[in-house]
């Protein structure tokens, strides 16, 4: 989904990270809550103009936004039908585009984005990407999608551009550490369960809480939970010996005692590992570490195995190459 905004002087209180920080241009990761701290969704934020901002994330939040944002001075709206995105991800993505006549990208940094004007046609190109390689995004009016889609492709043809499913875009998600709602944590206004919500301290983003800013949703149950540091959860990477991939598998303490489980895992083509991202409870991640198997199941010549598999926990991402960071990036 996408969403327009044009705000003056509001915003601050419905985000992680504060809004007013973010340049003219520029884009940053970011998620927001509920009253109780209890996350909702992520995505990335883009400061498009002075008082104007787009918000891209994977659930419909119109109410919640409207709602949060009623007696301040902002306007929003959802444009997701009146945007087109192409995401174009791999270590050759900045020669395609260069070959697409998009060269001034050059200078693009991470996180920046720019307009550039092509045969009458206005789009926006991003230095971001939900893989963990050099990547960009191209931001358009739908009917000049299709357009756009005929010229990478051409333009892409010497390096070999290929479309890609779920599936491989997954595998490269899970590679960057990347977490994706309803799959690595449930949104807590759709949680059936109350246990099932999480929060940023327990998904890992409490990075991002700028406690500085003043008042924000949920500040005081965030602030109580980092000064007892009552988080029942950890969101870890782990490392699992063989090549099985391990998802939606449980995590045991010694093989005896239940202590987590996996929400994504795939066996990584880019570092040839068996990886995986996971929710274990505290204080698991820091207690008996290396006590951690993962149980499998997997099928061997028509009848299922269950095995025993040791995980270690590791630092996320994955995989980071440091073209990805790269400013100009290298051409390939």
């Not at 504060?18 to 701290?37: E, K, R």
């Not at 900045?94 to 996180?111: D, K, M, N, Y």
């Not at 290929?162 to 807590?188: C, H, K, M, W, Y």
């Not at 406690?211 to 500040?219: A, I, M, Q, S, T």
Request: aromatic residues 10%; contains cysteine.
């Amino acid at each position: 989904m996408t969403y327009d905004a044009l705000v003056v002087g509001a915003g601050q209180m419905l985000f992680l990270r504060p809004m007013t920080g973010l340049p003219v241009g520029a884009v940053h990761y970011t998620a927001w809550y509920d009253d109780m701290g209890k996350i909702l969704d992520d995505g990335t934020l883009f400061r498009v103009g002075e008082h104007e901002y787009r918000l891209c994330c994977q659930e419909r939040h119109l109410p919640w936004l409207l709602d949060s944002a009623e007696g301040m001075s902002v306007a929003i709206a959802d444009v997701t039908d009146h945007v087109a995105a192409l995401s174009l991800q791999g270590p050759c993505s900045f020669s395609v585009l260069r070959a697409a006549g998009f060269g001034a990208v050059e200078t693009l940094e991470p996180f920046r984005a720019m307009n550039i004007g092509a045969d009458g046609i206005d789009i926006l190109i991003s230095r971001t990407g939900f893989t963990g390689d050099l990547g960009y995004e191209l931001w358009t009016a739908p009917e000049h999608a299709l357009g756009l889609w005929d010229l990478l492709f051409s333009a892409g043809a010497p390096w070999g551009i290929r479309p890609v499913g779920s599936q491989a875009l997954d595998i490269a998600r899970i590679e960057a550490g990347f977490i994706v709602t309803n799959f690595d944590f449930i949104p807590a206004d759709q949680a059936v369960r109350e246990d099932r919500a999480r929060t940023p301290h327990e998904l890992g983003l409490a990075w991002m809480i700028d406690w500085d800013k003043g008042h924000f949703n949920g500040r005081r149950a965030l602030l109580a939970e980092k000064n007892s540091n009552s988080s029942r959860w950890a969101l870890v990477g782990l490392d699992i010996e063989g090549n099985v991939s391990a998802e939606h598998s449980l995590i045991y303490d010694n093989r005896n005692r239940e202590v987590g489980h996996i929400t994504a895992a795939a066996w990584s083509p880019a570092t040839k590992r068996n990886i995986a991202i996971a929710h274990l409870r505290r204080p698991s991640d820091t207690e008996r570490p290396d006590k951690l198997m993962v149980e499998v199941y997997v099928q061997r010549e028509l009848q299922y195995v269950k095995l025993m598999l040791k995980a270690t926990i590791c630092e996320r991402p994955f995989f980071s190459p440091g073209r990805r960071r790269a400013t100009p990036p290298d051409a390939h």
